[in-house]
Structures are given as C-alpha cells and as structure tokens.
C-alpha cells in the first residue's frame, strides 16, 4: 500500500514554523564534495527522500555518509569511483549534478542518462555543452552519458551556458563545479542567477576555489589544482517558505515563518500581496503571514530567478483557484507542469490549461475528496487546498512529496492542521 496523508480541512493556521535549508541547493553541494578528498561538514541539511537518494550516490562511488540531524559529514576513506548507476539515477534526475566534480577530480565519469519526468522534457544538452566547452568529449553509449576529461585536464574557457529556453540551474552548478578544477580561466555568460547557485559558491570558495559573479548572468572561475576541506550551512529553502505562505494564507491563518530568507522571494511576495496576502518582512530572516480579508485573482507568468519560480506556480495555482475573479498563468519553464490543475478540478476548481497557460476563474469553496500527486510541487499543492477544504480529503502517492519537503505533516500539524499520514 502507498502511503496518502488524510486531511480534515477548514483549520486556519497559526504559530510558528523554521524552514529548512534548502533542497536544490544541498544537491549540488553534496555533490561538490565530489570535488576534495577532505572532509566537508555541512550543516541546515534537510531529511528529504531526494537527499538520501544523494547520500546513495556518493555512498555508491566511494564516500562516507555521517548524519546527525541537520549535520552531515562527507568523507573519503577509499578511492572514488567514477560510475552513477541507473537504479540511482532514475530515482532523482539531479544525479547528473555528480558529472562535473567527477570529470574535474577523476578526468572520467559514466553517468546514466536521466529520462524524462512527470514536468515533461528535460533535456541535458546545456550540461553536455559545458563540460565540452571545457575541453571533454562526450559520448552515449547503452542508455549511459560518458564523459571524458583530456590527459592535462579539463580546460578553462569562455562559454555561453544558455538556450532559448533560458539558463539552466543545475548545469551552470556543473559547470561552475567543473571549472574551480580547470586549467586557467573559464567564464560561464548566460549562467542561472538563483540563490542556490550562490550558496553553492560559497561553499566552493570555502574549499578554495576562485570565484566571482555568481548571482549574476555571468561567472568566472579562475582554476586551481585542488580543493580542501570546508564547513558551511545549506541556505534556507526559499520554495518551502513559500509553500508555508500560501498555507497560512489559503486557511485564513496568520503564521510567523523563521529562518527563512525574505529577500529571495521577492517577486513572490510582490504577487502574494496583489493576491490578497499581508506579509511583514519582521527582518531578515523573518516573516509574518496573514490571509487577508478576500482572495484576488492575479496573472503571473514562471520565469528563471529573481523573477516567480516555477517551483510555487502549483502551491499559487491551489491559492488562486479560490480567488475572485479570473487569473492567467503562462508556465514558461516546464510548459506540461499542470497536472495538479486536474486533479484540483476534481476538488471542483475550475482550471482550463492550453499550451503552457493556465486559466483560473475562481469558486468560493472547493470540495473534499481523493487526489494524488503526480509531481513534488503539484503533490504540496494538493494538500494546501485540501487544508483549505471543510471537510476530509486524501492526497495520494505522497511519495512525491517526500522527495523534497523535510517534515512536511509534522510542521503542519505544529501549526494547527489536522493531517495523518496513513497507509
Ligand atoms: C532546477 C531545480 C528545479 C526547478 C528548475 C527550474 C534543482 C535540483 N532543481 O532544475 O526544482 O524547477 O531548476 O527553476 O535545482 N534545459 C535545457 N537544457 C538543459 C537543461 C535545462 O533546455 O540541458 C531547460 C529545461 O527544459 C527547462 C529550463 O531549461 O525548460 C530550466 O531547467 P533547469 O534550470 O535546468 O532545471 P534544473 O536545473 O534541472
């Protein structure tokens, strides 16, 4: 059986809740560690399915894994392998984040070709171009990316990371991590801007690397011979305060969030308020949440930092499906990420999706019911509006949303929801 959460709604939140360190940014610094024989601690790790599945890839290829809480020490007692095997990779495409550190460290790695996921289409090309752009050839061969540095090693360069679907975060982390072992000068132009980029930086240049730029459209990296050990605290998980944001606010609760960082939702909170949300930056890692007195209907449109993630655009659909009034949502990250919207609709929402773009005319209640996640972000969604509900709902395959929330029900549950995980 498959475990579901069930869901009493109509329960406004309240209290408090501490965000997590971020899960997109631990994946790659996990994989960073890839980079140095040394001992690296890191500290605000979250407890997600996604980042034990992170743990067994570098447990796979030689490292060792200590976890205590939030604290995780990563060392090298053995020599590395240079294979990420395909029961690993199917599991979490951020696996191909292990590429650039082991073909900067090894000269050599052999990397399961991730698929395609519920999102639709995720291509690898831009990971596959950068690591060329640096002097390695690639080739597939029996469903496996392999990649292979030149005897000197990989070659800094100047490089233009993005496509005319935008920057790609987790290739310009590959890339990033590739170059601090490079040859000379790389500078990555057209790189992803997100916050998680920065915080793996930082990281990267508390193990020695030269770095300057990240955050903005164009990095560089200037190469050095090795990297030592480092400590470093994961960055609060901007997705997860959102998600808490829209909770509070789709019960018509009022809920103060801690260690969160404010300044990275920007362009969230700005749409959060014209949707009808108060929200008091109290500092810099603080902010308190209250529903207001109507939902409105708001337009917005998914775009790469520091512009409205597409990671929210579900938990935010859930919202504005309660709202008066009609909104438009234009998905130009992952134009097949509405799969929520059906399973909302048989919440009684009323979503129309066609080609990317979302209409949303709101109702004043939706309905209680059995949806399933089909997706991380869609499953979370799933379970605000059933919060949102008066009567009990089930949300099914919650294993979904194990893959990224850290203690998803249990902080919920702290903040006054009435929710169970059952088989
Ligand atoms: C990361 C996040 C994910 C988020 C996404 C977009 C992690 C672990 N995951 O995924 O939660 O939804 O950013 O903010 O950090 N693309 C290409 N070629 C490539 C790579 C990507 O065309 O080689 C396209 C994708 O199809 C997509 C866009 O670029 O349209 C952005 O994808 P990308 O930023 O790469 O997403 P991820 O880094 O995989």
Excluded: W
Aim: include cysteine; charge should be negative; glycine fraction near 8%.
């Amino acid at each position: 059986m498959l475990t579901k959460f069930v869901i009493e709604g109509g329960h406004a939140l309240s209290g408090a809740v501490t965000i997590s360190g971020a899960k997109n940014a631990a994946l790659p610094i996990l994989a960073a560690t890839i980079l140095t024989k040394e001992t690296i601690t890191l500290h605000n790790v979250p407890v997600l399915e996604d980042i034990s599945t992170m743990f067994s890839l570098l447990e796979s290829l030689g490292k060792k894994i200590t976890r205590k809480d939030n604290t995780v020490i990563i060392e090298e007692p053995n020599s590395l392998g240079y294979e990420a095997p395909y029961e690993i990779v199917n599991r979490m495409r951020a696996s191909i984040a292990v590429m650039g550190p082991l073909v900067a460290r090894l000269g050599k790695a052999i990397i399961s070709m991730p698929g395609g996921c519920n999102l639709g289409p995720r291509p690898i090309d831009l990971h596959i171009k950068g690591i060329e752009a640096l002097s390695a050839t690639c080739c597939t061969t029996h469903g496996n990316l392999d990649v292979s540095a030149p005897e000197q090693g990989l070659i800094g360069t100047i490089m233009n990371l993005s496509s005319k679907n935008g920057s790609s975060v987790l290739a310009t982390e590959n890339i990033l991590m590739a170059a601090t072992l490079s040859k000379g000068t790389t500078i990555i132009n057209g790189a992803a801007k997100e916050p998680e980029v920065v915080d793996l930086a930082k990281l990267l240049t508390k193990m020695g690397a030269k770095i300057s730029g990240a955050g903005t459209e164009s990095i560089t990296i200037e190469g050095v011979s090795t990297l030592h050990g480092a400590e470093h605290a994961v960055v609060a998980d901007r997705i997860e305060t959102g998600t808490f944001i829209i909770a509070a606010a789709i019960t018509g609760g009022e809920i103060t969030i801690n260690n969160c960082v404010p300044e990275h939702l920007e362009e969230a909170i700005r749409l959060f308020r014209e949707a009808g949300i108060s929200i008091d930056i109290i500092d810099d890692k603080t902010l308190f949440v209250k529903a207001g007195s109507s939902k409105k209907a708001v337009d917005f449109t998914t775009l790469p930092h520091p512009l409205f993630p597409t990671d929210l655009q579900s938990q935010f659909v859930a919202y504005l499906s309660l709202a008066e009034g009609k909104s438009i949502i234009t998905e130009t990250i992952y134009p097949d990420r509405f799969m929520h919207a059906a399973e909302l609709n048989r919440m009684g929402a009323n979503i129309t999706v066609d080609n990317g773009i979302a209409k949303i005319i709101g109702i004043k209640e939706l309905s209680s019911t059995s949806v399933m996640s089909s997706d991380l972000r869609g499953g979370a969604a799933l379970v605000l509006a059933a919060l949102a509900t008066k009567g009990t709902s089930e949300v099914l395959r919650i294993y979904h949303i194990d893959r990224g929330y850290d203690k998803f029900e249990e902080k919920l549950k702290k903040l006054g929801a009435h929710i169970t995980r059952t088989n």
